[in-house]
């Protein structure tokens, strides 16, 4: 277990006056699977990255963050970071793909983060190494980082209070710290659950890292779904995912387009695409049937963007 229930519980408290307590909702759709969303869209940043965000800054010494904070994230971790640093009074600096939507750019500007794009072998790099030339400032990791997935954790306390009998849970897999805090709280408290990670066909590296039993380099395509995908697995993150995970579920965009164009359709929602990936996977039904949670982890997604992949669908 990558994380132990004490640290969540302290998580709890962590990101209290911060991350909402998102609500669990219910998607009417045909049996045999009883779909529920879980929210994470309606936090303060449209994104569940709030939660690892805030406890990894809450548990850095103050000293530490003095320096200013540095993270590396294509936007929704980015706009988490920058958040929590505008409420500390420090500086916050964004290392993003060149790649990386515009809408959430200007998101984490507002915020009052500096960002700096740069192309995305040089982003992956700073996962990596931790640093960026010339930014001398305390690095919050994205991912693979025990407070963050302590924060992410918090998710499963709460899917087990309001649905403590459900079956199943589909998480988007980016760099596994949401689905891996989320899972080790439920192997520990309900180890009955199914747990899958979502996946997108144009950047799904868990998927092949399990097939192959270590981590393994995939090709890597663009597209609407840029919350989540990457080339390659972090050997710590595979890990964890192996450990903890019944399996990872590709979706094709074309799964994930009309996910967005249900939930908008039957629950006022909207999702971006890496949430949509987690909603098309638990639809398919190669999660099981039953009372199955879809995490939708972000709504950061451009409203024009979001009708020219719903509208006509």
């Known amino acids: 277990m990558p994380i132990q229930l004490a640290q969540v519980e302290a998580a709890r408290r962590n990101i209290a006056a911060v991350a909402l307590r998102t609500p669990l909702v219910r998607c009417y759709t045909e049996p045999p699977v009883e779909l529920y969303l879980k929210l994470e869209n309606l936090q303060p940043i449209g994104s569940f990255k709030i939660r690892g965000a805030a406890n990894a800054m809450a548990l850095t010494p ?25 409420r500390m009074g420090i500086s916050a600096t964004i290392v993003a793909p060149d790649t990386a939507p515009a809408t959430k750019i200007r ?12 192309p995305f072998t040089e982003w992956w790099n700073t ?10 400032a305390t690095f919050i990791h994205a991912f693979d980082d025990l407070d963050v997935m302590a924060g992410n954790g918090v998710i499963a306390l709460e899917l087990l209070e309001d649905l403590p009998d459900l079956d199943a849970v589909v998480i988007p897999w980016g760099g596994g710290g949401l689905s891996c805090g989320i899972a ?21 590296p868990l998927a092949a890292a399990l097939a192959a039993g270590e981590p393994r380099t995939v090709d890597y395509r663009l597209s609407f779904v840029d919350g989540i995908g990457s080339k390659t697995v972090f050997r710590n993150m595979f890990e964890h995912a192996r450990k903890l995970l019944d399996g990872s579920l590709v979706v094709t965009l074309d799964e994930a387009a009309q996910a ?53 669908k």
Do not use: W
Not at 63 to 72: D, I, P, S, W
Not at 107 to 118: C, F, K, N, P, Y
Not at 128 to 136: F, K, L, S, V
């Open 62 to 86: 103050r000293e530490r963050l003095q320096r200013g904070v540095l993270t590396a994230s294509a936007g929704n971790m980015a706009q988490g970071v920058a958040f929590c640093a505008r």
């Open 107 to 118: 998101a984490v500007e507002r915020l009052g983060g500096r960002v700096i794009q740069v």
């Open 127 to 136: 996962f990596e190494t931790h640093t960026y030339p010339g930014i001398d």
């Open 184 to 204: 080790a709280v439920l192997r520990a408290l309900a180890p009955r659950v199914r747990i899958y990670a979502a996946e997108v066909e144009t950047a799904a």
């Open 260 to 312: 967005m164009k249900l939930v908008a359709e039957r629950n006022r929602v909207i999702v971006e695409g890496a949430a949509a990936c987690a909603i098309a996977a638990a639809l398919s039904g190669r999660g099981g049937a039953g009372r199955v949670v879809a995490i939708v982890s972000g709504g950061n997604i451009d409203l024009d963007r979001f009708a020219q992949l719903t509208v006509g």
